[in-house]
């Protein structure tokens, strides 16, 4: 996989790499269900985080895109695993401070009441969970839990959550490269990979590594 940084602006405040060792503290399951390469993303100062994918995402058969679920997933899966290092200063899309430590990463849709108007235009997120807590990469399907075992990683009420973007046409890649984008209106830095599905397919994927909702 080739990584890459692309910004009109401060191109060297975020970059992004290959990373080959496995990521420690997860379960033997966990660590069997993920892709053997990692991306890291290094900030301005130090170390961001890294994220390893899973080898196989299943995704919805027949999915049609709606105008809030862009993506073809299913709430509860497995998607990931993300390490935080010490003294990164990463925050959730809420502003919420991740801790240093090892989370999974599941897909999740925010739901659409009054609490969440204006937070994004889209309802796809992906969920950070402690790995100690998460050690089944089978889907979580209680959707309550899969909430609540994500606040644990924030150490609030409100679940560790990351922005999906959707991917326009001319945004898909070529599916062998991860970039880092920067959206200078929104100042996001969007980490833009491709995902292995069943089939060998590839499922772009645009996720909001740093940034925060204005909403």
């Given amino acids: 996989m080739i990584f890459t940084?692309?910004?009109?602006?401060?191109?060297?405040?975020y970059t992004v790499e290959a990373v080959q060792e496995s990521p420690e503290d997860v379960?033997?399951?966990i660590r069997a269900a993920l892709s053997p390469e990692g991306i890291h993303v290094e900030g301005p100062r130090r170390g961001l985080c890294d994220i390893w994918l899973a080898k196989?995402?299943?995704?919805?058969?027949?999915?049609?895109?709606?105008?809030?679920?862009?993506?073809?997933?299913?709430?509860?899966?497995?998607?990931?695993?993300?390490?935080?290092?010490?003294?990164?200063?990463?925050?959730?899309?809420?502003?919420?401070?991740?801790e240093d430590g090892v989370y999974t990463l599941r897909y999740g849709q925010q739901p659409m009441d009054g609490n969440h108007i204006g937070t994004s235009a889209t309802s796809d997120f992906l969920l950070a969970l402690p790995a100690g807590e998460d050690e089944d990469p089978a889907a979580i399907?209680?959707?309550?839990?899969?909430?609540s075992r994500s606040a644990?990683?924030?150490?609030?009420?409100?679940?560790?959550?990351?922005?999906?973007?959707?991917v326009e046409e001319d945004q898909a890649g070529d599916g062998e490269s991860a970039e880092?984008?920067?959206?200078?209106?929104?100042e996001f830095w969007i980490l833009e990979f491709s995902a292995a599905t069943e089939g060998d397919e590839k499922l772009p994927m645009r996720l909001v590594v740093v940034g925060e909702s204005k909403g």
């Fill in 5 to 13: 940084a692309v910004s009109f602006a401060r191109a060297d405040d």
């Fill in 27 to 29: 379960s033997d399951d």
């Fill in 56 to 98: 196989e995402l299943a995704t919805i058969e027949d999915f049609e895109p709606r105008l809030t679920i862009k993506y073809p997933l299913t709430p509860g899966q497995f998607v990931g695993v993300m390490v935080v290092p010490r003294r990164a200063g990463l925050t959730d899309f809420r502003g919420q401070e991740i």
């Fill in 141 to 147: 399907e209680d959707v309550d839990a899969l909430f």
């Fill in 152 to 166: 644990d990683a924030a150490g609030t009420t409100h679940p560790a959550i990351f922005l999906l973007l959707p």
């Fill in 180 to 186: 880092l984008v920067h959206n200078e209106d929104d």
